[in-house]
């Protein structure tokens, strides 16, 4: 009976798939079609950590950011296949180090699937990959980098069979959140990165090509629009932080997009004193504060189930970089739950669409300089 149990469940998640196609790209943006006829599998019974990169208060499973996003996908998962055991982790420090030896913690503990979101495992994993080959790992905004590369400065990248490297582009999801805040009838903006890393940058630069486009789809004019530039310089809630965020509220800042994690926490609340907005990031944070109008997404929740998947049917897709973009979903703003009164559902549809077919093109470079404006009007500290 629990042989035929797992047949039926194994034969709905393929049939799934069959239908879905893969919901991931290459970076390059190719894609894997699913094979035509594929045989039914046992499923692997699935033992699935969540890693933290640093210790609390710095990461939190209840970040209501990005650590929250992979959890996410994880209940999912286990919501549809009840037998599957999970489990959360935090490092004793914030050292690659001690993410090696957290990861090992994790498979001392029966892990045979281990997730670990965010840039600062790029490292850990370069050499985790190797020391247990027998787990699946899914890390999230980044891929497996030597520490040590042969070339001083060079950027060497190494995705062994059992990782899958997902990618966001953060640039498309930036944008979307400049051009609803424009289109709503913003004209003096914020952004407020953690640290200059690929992904938040990313978010920054595409936050102003949004705003360029709905400044040019308007018909503004040239420096109507506005946008303070800046970064924090970390990750976690601090009063330095919200003093920050304060400053720029009452410098006459009507909106903030913020992309650094738990530091949104702080930013919030400088919006809720100054009666002010913020655009959250990575999922949605409505919850979080009435201040949030709306949430740049990332596809943490889907992405994550959908690696569990496959590695529950025998088809995960490891050993190379995923991309996730307006074209499978994998990016968006959070609209069921916005609090917009003038940036409509039907005008989130066109731009999304001009985005997911290719129409409209977001630069993700990291150098501000190719970011060029000319009606809007950057500030940046």
Known sequence: MKKYFKFMIALAFLVVLVACG???????????????????VDLVDVNVFLIAHS??????????????????GILRFAAANPGTVHSFLQPHTASDEARIDIIQDAIDQGANVIVLPGFHFQHALYEAQDLFPDVKFILLDASPVNPNPSVPDAREVRVEPNVAAIHYAEEQSGFLAGYAAVMEGYRDLGFLGGNPVPAVVRFGHGFIQGAEFAADSLGLDEGEVTIHFEYLGGFGPSPEFQATAGAIFAAGREVIFVAAGGAGNSVMAAAEAAGASVIGVDVDQYWQSDTIITSALKGLEVSVYD??????TGTFDGGRELRFEASNNGVGLAMNTARLQNFTQAQYDSIFSRLASGEVNVSGSLDMSDITTTLVTVNAQ
């Open 55 to 72: 210790p609390a208060p710095y990461s939190t499973l209840d970040d209501g950011s990005f650590n929250q996003g992979a959890q996410d």
């Open 22 to 40: 893969n919901n991931g790209d290459d970076t390059d943006g190719g894609a894997t079609a699913p094979d035509t006829e594929i045989d039914v």
């Open 307 to 312: 690696m569990l998947t496959g590695v529950a």
